[in-house]
Structures are given as C-alpha cells and as structure tokens.
C-alpha cells in the first residue's frame, strides 16, 4: 500500500488517498475509501452480528495508513488512526462519505461562485470525480453487505438440525430402567459409556420383539450375540455414566457439581429431572448451547443410582458404591447422558482410514466450523482431542465429526471467555498437552485473566497434523515432541507437500504462539471454504465485489438444489450450507486477504 496523495480540506478535513492492492473493508473496497475512513474515526460502531475481531498482524500491516510522505505539498498530519477493527465499520464510512460529500458541494458552490482560478477549478472537478468513484465503490460494497446478509438469513433457516430421536417422546427417557443397555463403547477419565436403545424407539422394534427384558426391574443389559442383522442399528443411543467420586448423591449437587457435561443438552433433556431446569435458569447454571451440526447434542440427562453394567467390575471398580463393591469410592447416585452413539472416535476413525488431504481438509473445516460456533456462544471448549472427536459417515462414507464431552468447558455467562486467573486453583481445562500457549503459559494474580477465545482454534492446528496423517508434534516424547509452553513456531513439523498450501499455511497460522496474530475460528473456516470451493474467485488481487456476489448467489443457488436433489446427505453440501449460514462480509474478506497473501507469498 503507498500513499499516492494528501489534501487538507477546510474545517481541518485532511484527505489522504492510499493505493491498496486489495479490496479489504465492506465499504472501503478501493483506495480512495482508505482515504476516507482516516476522516472520522469516532464514528460509532457497526451492525455487524460479530464482534470485531483483532486482526492478524499480516492483515493489521495491511491496513494500517501510512505516515504522510512529508514531502507532499500542502501534507498535514493525519488524525490519529483508529484501531484497525473500527476503522472498517460501515457507518464509519457512511457518515464522513456523506459527510464529505456534502462539504465538498458547498466548497465547490462557493468557489465556482468566487470564480476560483483554473487550477482550483481542476482540483475540485478532480475531487468531484474521486467523489463519483467512492460513491460508486460504496454502494458495491453495500450491496455486497447486504448479499451476505441476505443469504446468511436463509440459510439459518436452512440449517435447522434434524430432530433428535427422543424428540417426539417428550416425557420419556428420563428414567434409566427406560433403556435396553448394551456392551461398554468407551471410557475416559470420569465417565463410561455405554450402547443403548429404548424399547420403543421405532426402528427398533423389530429389534426389540426379538429381545425379552430381564427381570429386576433394572435397565436391562444386552449380550451382544443377540443383535440380530437389521439395517437400523440395534443400538442407535449412548449412555454416558458419569462416575460420583465427589458430587454427593443428590441430584441438586450432582447437577450443579457436574453442570459443565449439560452445556450441549436441550432444554428437553433436562425437563424430566425436578429442579435441572430451574438450577439452569436461576442458579447461574452454565450456559445452554445452541445446537450445531458439528456439536454433539445431549438428548437426555438425568440422575439415578448407580447399576452395575458390563465389564464395571474390572473396568472402574474403584468408582462404583460400595453397595457393589466392596471397595469402591463412588455415590450411589450419578448423572446419566444420553446422545446418539457414533461408530468411531476421531481417533479410532484415523487409526482405520487415511483420509485423502482434499477430505481431511473438511474434517479440520468441521472442527473450525465447531469452534467457531463455542466462541460465538461465549463458550471454549477446552479439552479438544481425538477421544472426544466423534465421526459418523455420510451416504458416500464421507466423516461427519461432532465435539463432545464438554465436562471441562468454560460456559460462564458472567466471565465469557475471559477467565480470571485469580489462582493456581483455577481450572484451566483438561489435556495440559494441546493447551494453548495463553493458557499453558498464563501465571495466576489479582488481576489476571486468561483470554480463550482462540485457544480451541490453536487445538484445532495441532489436531490438523493428525487428520492429514501425521503425529500430533505436542503429544509423545523426545526431540521431536512440542510443548505448548515452550516450542518455537519455526520447530513445527512440515505437513506433506500433498496438503493443500491453504491448508499448509492455515495450520502454521492457527499455531502462532501470539494469540492475536492467529485467526480467528470464523475466519481460519472461511479460509478452508474459499480454498476448497471458491478456487480462485475470492483471492484476487484486485477483487471486485459485484463478482463475489455473483459467486456467493451462485453458490447459494448451487447448494440449496444439492440440498434438495440429493436424498442422501452429503458431508460437502451440510459444509457449504453452514459456509453460507455464518456468511458474514468482514470475516469473509479477511479470509480471502489471507489467501491472497499467502498464493502471493514467493
Ligand atoms: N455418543 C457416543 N457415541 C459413541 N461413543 C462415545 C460417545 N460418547 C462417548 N463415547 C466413547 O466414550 C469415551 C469417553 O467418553 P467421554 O465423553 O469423552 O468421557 P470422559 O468425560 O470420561 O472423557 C469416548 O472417548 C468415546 O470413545
Ligand atoms: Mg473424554
């Protein structure tokens, strides 16, 4: 970017025109709008849904003005600049444009009338040339406001999730003797879970005719010979017990001990259990989790005496009441959640398959795409791996990923993101390994506070070298081995050359050490949706909004008859319908600036 010219205009006004290579700012997409925007920085802020949100440096760079060259005739210095966030807002623009323009007419009404000299004649007619361009420039910009706008609405609509299958039951499944319980699917580090079905969930029923509950009134427990061959799954619930060691053993304090593990249930899921729902609403409980594709959904929870299920006794004895067994540790009472089962955990899936780079691309997209919803809603994660990763595969054996295990989310409405770290004593989450430097290196005091809102996203980067057939470089020992607290971004290990270079790029930006020069989720998911279907339309070096529009409808129009064409669900069609639900202009052109930077780089 060079500054090509600088006026001062009466009243203090100065002008300074900038050549920028490219189009960055919803309504600043051309120099002359650099120019306008250094006019009036306390113009209040923009409608935008999102926060603004800081810049990484690269981009910061780009948009910074530049020093008045002092050599230009008549250059005055400028006002200071705002912060780079501000500066791009659309009244920003909207009110010096209109501003100015108004200025310049009288000016140019009053010297027309005095009879200024041709010179002056030359430069305002010049002005009022530029004036044409900016207006021009700002209505393409608004139009382009607008189009996302527009089609992000629709798609909202659009991505409504399917109902769960426990919807429709809306008074049962709250009760453990409900369930017909299966053999254990996994553990963790405070829960078991377990395969489950309910009797009269409909596609099980020819399942069920062929099983007969076992007496005792407990849940009823499968031996697995019996599933019989069918094409619904035999057991299409999980149930996660989580293990009481410290909760006590009424459902008050279990709920409130174990709240974090009821941030992606529905309200439904809490309706059966007296007082869950109040403890939410009135307790300061943590927040509810709107529901997203890529997010497991809690359909069920509720608290009930602990049963002895397959493989406890040898699996978590330790854990269970002493009422069975002798030695155990554990409440008699505990929290039960119920989701959908999934075959495979991220891990499990890529120990199976190695997925091309082209669809290990949309797996991270995903991953980002669930990121970048936690962060809207004011909530991290803050325990990202591959255990808690689940994966189920579309008609076309395409991965579908989904988040779970939420038992070490930061979900508080009073602090957001923003966790005092007042002391050592303060959970900062689990899995210290893919913990980002922010939150590794944080030192508790009176006033200090760890900021997580791209701490998942840095999870997620390093979760990438997994997906695309690598070892996690922060996991395992020796010399290779990362550590979060301390590593140098030049130690990160080279994804292949097989990755694409947008994905290669995006990886070593999301694990920049300073969390402000990484992108954000938003924009890291915008980035990967441009590269795997924008191909070269949105990274231009002169990008001109009238045909990113046309792409964007385009696209939308492409989508939406995917969606309805198509029986089957397909993994690429759900992306590019949750790419065009969270379309939003300024985080879609930081995306592609990022793109061109790095197609531009040597
Ligand atoms: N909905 C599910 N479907 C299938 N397997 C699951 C499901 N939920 C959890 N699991 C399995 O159980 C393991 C432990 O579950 P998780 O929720 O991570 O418990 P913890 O809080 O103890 O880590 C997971 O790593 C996974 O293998
Ligand atoms: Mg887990």
Known sequence: MKLTDVKTLARGVIVNTY???????????????????????STPGSKCTRPAEKLPAAQVRARRPLAPNPGTAGAAAPPPAPAPAQRHRPEVCCGSVAGLAARLQRQFAVRARGGAGPCGRAVFLAFGLGLGLIEEKQAEGRRAVSACQEIQA???????????????????????????????????????????????????????????????????VIPREEEPASQAPAFPLAIKMMWNISAGSSSEAIFSTMSQELVPASRAALAGEYGAVTYRRFKGGPKQLAPHPN????????????????????????????????????????????????????????????????????????????????????????????DNILVELDADGCPWLV????????????????????????????????????????????????????????????????????????????RAHLESRSYQEAQLPALPESVPLEARQLVRSLLQREASKRPSARVAANVLHLSLWGEHTL????????????????????????????????????????????????????????????????
Request: glycine share 8%; with cysteine.
């Open 19 to 41: 050549e920028f290579p490219f189009s960055v700012s919803r309504f600043c997409p051309g120099p002359a709008l650099f120019t306008l925007i250094t006019l009036n920085p």
């Open 154 to 220: 629709i798609f909202t609509q659009k991505n409504k999730l399917l109902p769960g299958p426990l919807d429709t039951r809306r008074w049962q499944g709250f009760r453990l003797e409900e369930y017909l319980i299966g053999q254990s699917i996994g553990k963790g580090c405070s829960a078991a879970v377990y395969e489950a079905t309910m009797p009269v969930l409909p596609q099980n029923l020819e399942v069920v005719k062929s099983i007969r509950p076992l007496p005792g009134g407990g849940p009823d």
């Open 295 to 386: 997010i497991i959904r809690v359909f069920r929870a509720f608290t009930s005496s602990v049963p002895l299920l397959p493989g406890a006794l040898v699996d978590y004895p330790d854990v269970l009441p002493p009422r069975l067994h002798p030695e155990g540790l554990g409440h008699g009472r505990t929290l039960f959640l119920v989701m959908k089962n999934y075959p495979y955990t991220l891990r499990q899936y890529l120990c199976e398959n190695t997925p091309s780079p082209r669809l290990a691309t949309v797996m991270v997209l995903q991953l980002l795409e669930a990121v970048d919803h936690l962060v809207q809603q004011g909530v991290a994660h803050r325990d990202l791996k591959s």
């Open 403 to 478: 988040i779970t295990d939420f038992g070490c989310c930061l979900a508080d409405e009073r602090t957001g993101l923003q966790l005092p770290f007042t002391s050592w004593y303060v959970d900062r989450g689990g899995n210290g390994c893919l913990m980002a430097p922010e939150v590794s290196t944080a030192c508790p005091g009176p006033k200090a506070v760890i900021d997580y809102s791209k701490a998942d996203a840095w999870a997620v980067g390093t979760l990438a070298y997994e997906i695309f057939g690598l070892s996690n470089p922060f996991y395992g020992q020796g």
């Open 539 to 602: 990274a231009l070096k002169n990008l001109k909004l009238d045909k990113m529009i046309s792409w964007l409808l385009q696209q939308s129009a492409a989508t939406l008859l995917a969606d309805r064409l198509t029986e089957k669900s397909c993994v690429e069609t759900k992306m590019k319908m949750l790419f065009l639900a969270n379309l939003e202009y300024e985080a879609l052109c930081q995306a592609a600036l990022l793109l061109y930077s790095w197609r531009a780089a040597p």
